[in-house]
Structure formats: structure tokens, C-alpha cells
Antibody, heavy 129, light 114 residues
């Protein structure tokens, strides 16, 4: 059974850079069809997609964060990482890693990326001086 | 970007009664190539990550109780809990995957016991 576990600092100072890691166990991060994703949730708020990465290195980022975010994979460690620069109080949130499922039709043709079927437990990051 | 809007923001339902959550998308989620609606529903209990309940608007994930059902097409969708149980207290989110990136979620609907 695939398990995702986030790790990183719980507290970041304003203007500093956040670095988080998600370790994938029980399965390979080198799935040809799936992407690995970071999603965040501000306290008491909804879910915001940050970005997704394929083991090949291909990435998708949410436009408002694109200038500050880098998501990458380390296949040797079965990990994905998130780097978010210039942190502010607005970035205080629980950060989740999740698997974004690749979709196929009945003929086996790839149909794109769909929903998030596996999630880590999340890690709370607070931005404060 | 496709905007997802849920209603109501919260609802309180008696145990054993029906709970209905609505989700509206700013664009149709029906894909003409396969006649499928690209919509998922998630359940998030307090202190836990979201859990995928339903994909393709109406396909329950393995292990999800039959009292959860999804319906709708195009721009309007519904998640129904036919007989609310105490363990169903949670926030429920819809999410579209028709036009991506970005993948977008509704703002959530909180379900409580009356």
C-alpha cells in the first residue's frame, strides 16, 4: 500500500524560503502515468493546488505561485520536494503531498490527469517572526 | 480557470436523514470524447487529509459506503448522503479535472449533526 509522508520545518520566518519533502513508500515515484502534487490548506480554509511533478521532471504550477515555487523529484530517494520562496503570513497553511492519477480509456489510451487518490497527513507550516 | 462553487457552506442534518451538497462549475465538466463528467468529491474529517470518495461525478471509490452517491452533469452536481451517520461529520469538497492546470476545488461544505 502506497503511503505518503511530508516532512519539514513547522516554523518559517517572513521572507525566508520553505523547503518540504514528501517520501513515498510502498510504491515507486517513477510511475509513468501519475504526477506527484503539493496542495495546501490555510487554517479553516479550502484546498489550493500548488503544483505537480512527473518523475521525468515535467512540472505544472499554479500561476499565482509560479514565480516563487519549485517542485522536483528525487527518484533515488523516492521523494518529491517543494521549495517556496519569499514566505509571508499568507503562506501559513497545512501542506499536503498527494498523487495525481493519470487516466486511461478502455482502449488503454492516456486521457490526461485527473483526481488525487492518495494524500499524506500533511504538515503545518507557520510563517512568523 | 474553472471556478467551483458549493452550496450550502454548511448544513446540519439529523442522524439517518439525507444530506445533499451541491457543486456548480463555471464551465461544463462534460467531456465530449467520452461523455464523462470530470468531477471528484472528497471528504475531510477534522484533523485528517482529504479522502477521495467519488470520481467521474458518480463512481464511488472502493470501500466508500453505498450511502454516498454522486450525480449531475455539465455544470451542476450533487453529493448525497442518503442516511447520515455520525462518522460522516466532515467537510466535503468537489474538484474539477476537465480543464487543467489548474486543478480547482470548491470552497467546501461542512456537514454536522442536528
Amino acid at each position: 500500500q502506497v503511503h505518503l509522508q511530508e516532512s519539514g520545518p513547522g516554523l518559517v520566518r517572513p521572507s525566508e524560503t520553505l523547503s518540504l519533502t514528501c517520501t513515498v513508500s510502498g510504491g515507486s515515484i517513477s510511475s509513468t502515468s501519475d504526477y506527484w502534487t503539493w496542495i495546501r490548506q490555510s487554517p479553516g480554509k479550502g484546498l489550493d493546488w500548488i503544483g505537480s511533478v512527473h518523475f521525468s521532471g515535467r512540472t505544472y504550477y499554479n500561476a499565482p505561485l509560479k514565480s516563487r515555487v519549485t517542485i522536483s523529484v528525487d527518484t533515488s530517494k523516492n521523494q518529491l520536494s517543494l521549495i517556496l520562496s519569499f514566505m509571508t503570513a499568507a503562506d501559513t497553511a497545512t501542506y499536503y503531498c498527494a498523487r495525481l492519477v493519470g487516466m486511461y480509456d478502455s482502449s488503454g489510451h492516456y486521457k490526461g490527469l485527473g483526481y488525487f487518490d492518495l494524500w499524506g497527513r500533511g504538515t503545518l507550516v507557520t510563517v512568523s517572526s | 480557470d474553472i471556478v467551483m462553487t458549493q452550496s450550502p457552506d454548511s448544513l446540519a442534518v439529523s442522524l439517518g436523514e439525507r444530506a445533499t451538497i451541491n457543486c456548480k462549475s463555471s464551465q461544463s465538466l462534460l467531456h465530449s470524447s467520452n461523455n464523462k463528467n470530470y468531477l471528484a468529491w472528497y471528504q475531510q474529517k477534522s484533523g485528517q487529509p482529504p479522502k477521495l470518495l467519488i470520481s467521474w461525478a458518480s463512481t464511488r471509490e472502493s470501500g466508500v459506503p453505498a450511502r454516498f452517491s454522486g450525480s449531475g452533469s455539465g455544470t451542476e452536481f450533487t453529493l448525497t448522503i442518503s442516511s447520515l451517520q455520525a462518522e460522516d461529520v466532515a467537510v466535503y469538497y468537489c474538484q474539477q479535472y476537465h480543464t487543467t492546470p489548474p486543478w480547482t476545488f470548491g470552497q467546501g461544505t461542512k456537514v454536522e449533526i442536528k
